[in-house]
């Protein structure tokens, strides 16, 4: 493994968590359809690692159409049936439905914002925040900024959206760049990440 002063999390974990730490985590993305991706995925963690998740990431983009939101907006009840059974998955049933649920609520923030990038940017006044954390103790599960966002979504109906779930979205994103200061990837995030 590359030996790069990394966030304790990725100095300790395989070659695939590093490579999602050296090269996406804390990246400002700005694509609607990763940006969707990126929200369900992190719902579908709840109670598990994200390493579990993020080696079943292939089969969610197969699954799930590579997240292409109207698609999944318009899965049926048959659809997320037959997804129940597809061991590449969490098999949970609330979590397979949410995606459609979560699709149908971003078409709405799409249509009133003019995407979901500027609706769900628009937490952090569309500007990454910048911590200077030395230690990953310092890293808070949720913020005030975290918590309006939870609110905001679940009003519109976005399910597996609690304050947790939506601050581990903003770091994953880059709406939160929070790579200890030792991090070598530490305030590095300021590119735009596309598809």
């Given at each position: ?51 579990t998740v993020l080696e079943k990431r292939g089969n969610y983009r197969r699954a799930f159409a590579d997240f292409d939101i109207a698609h999944c907006a318009k899965l049926t009840d ?19 439905t949410s995606v459609r649920d979560n699709a149908r609520a971003a078409l709405e923030a799409s249509a009133e914002f003019g995407s979901l990038d500027a609706y769900l940017w628009s ?73």
């Amino acid at each position: 493994m590359n030996e790069r002063m990394r966030c304790a999390w990725a100095a300790r974990e395989n070659a695939t968590m590093q490579a999602y730490h050296d090269t996406e985590w804390g990246v400002p993305l700005h694509d609607d359809r990763l940006l969707f991706e990126f929200l369900c995925l992190e719902g579908a963690q709840a109670g598990l690692s994200w390493r579990t998740v993020l080696e079943k990431r292939g089969n969610y983009r197969r699954a799930f159409a590579d997240f292409d939101i109207a698609h999944c907006a318009k899965l049926t009840d048959a659809r997320l049936g037959e997804l129940l059974t597809d061991p590449g998955l969490i098999r949970n049933r609330l979590k397979i439905t949410s995606v459609r649920d979560n699709a149908r609520a971003a078409l709405e923030a799409s249509a009133e914002f003019g995407s979901l990038d500027a609706y769900l940017w628009s937490f952090v006044d569309g500007e990454p925040v910048r911590n200077r954390w030395r230690e990953m103790a310092e890293v808070p599960a949720t913020t005030p900024v975290s918590d309006r966002m939870s609110k905001a979504l679940k009003k519109r109906g976005f399910r597996f959206v609690g304050s947790t779930i939506c601050y581990a979205f903003m770091q994953a994103t880059g709406m939160v760049d929070d790579h200890v200061v030792s991090c070598f990837r530490h305030g590095k995030g300021s590119g735009r990440r596309k598809a």
